[in-house]
């Protein structure tokens, strides 16, 4: 998160625990349909990035906006070695260690309460994830440019887009929990990535994001 955005990172120390549970279960009713509409794009993420990347092992992952750190785990299960997450939100650290220790990871992953810009990096991680993070930040140019000056291999992030049906209603629930949410068009992305200095990606549709896969 942006400590630039206090309101999303409120927004998330809150709900962290509602976040999560789309990874968990499968709701009925209004919850289940937001999970299948506004949220649908959670799973479909998870999935292509991790069928992506298949064998980890021994690589390096940091894992900005980690949340209560599934794709840290993921990665651990894959081999990954100095997996770290990051994260604004206090009650998403909290609840990731938590999680952490219930699937016997505590002593495989790190995570930091810190904003991703007030993080020393010294050396390149081998991949870097910032998924469900470029909705909430103020200035994503700056971000972005530490993001491919942080990574030597692979770089995984989601952008929401601003042409989907949903777009407006999920808008509308954030700004009534106090929590500004910012929206791409792929030409949006493609010049925030160009003037980061990127050079070999892709960008993929998956439900209402766009999906950015970089390569080094």
Request: charged letters at 25%; hydrophobic letters at 45%; aromatic letters at 12%.
């Amino acid at each position: 998160m942006d400590k630039r955005n206090p309101g999303a990172i409120e927004y998330f120390h809150r709900r962290i625990d509602d976040f999560d549970s789309i990874y968990r279960d499968n709701h009925a009713g209004l919850r289940g349909f937001l999970d299948r509409t506004l949220r649908a794009s959670v799973k479909r993420r998870f999935k292509l990035a991790f069928d992506i990347l298949g064998d980890m092992s021994g690589r390096s992952v940091l894992d900005i906006g980690c949340g209560t750190g599934r794709y840290m785990f993921e990665a651990v299960r894959r081999g990954a070695l100095g997996v770290i997450g990051l994260d604004a939100a206090a009650g998403a650290i909290v609840a990731a260690r938590k999680l952490a220790q219930e699937q016997g990871m505590g002593k495989k992953v790190e995570f930091v309460q810190t904003d991703f810009m007030d993080f020393e990096i010294s050396n390149p991680y081998n991949i870097v994830f910032a998924v469900g993070y470029f909705d909430y930040i103020i200035e994503p140019a700056t971000h972005l440019e530490k993001m491919q000056k942080s990574c030597d291999q692979f770089f995984f992030a989601s952008f929401p887009r601003l042409w989907h049906p949903m777009t407006p209603i999920r808008k509308i629930r954030l700004a009534l929990n106090r929590c500004p949410v910012r929206f791409y068009t792929r030409n949006s992305v493609m010049k925030l990535l160009n003037d980061a200095g990127f050079k070999n990606y892709e960008i993929r549709i998956v439900a209402r994001d766009f999906i950015v896969i970089a390569r080094r």
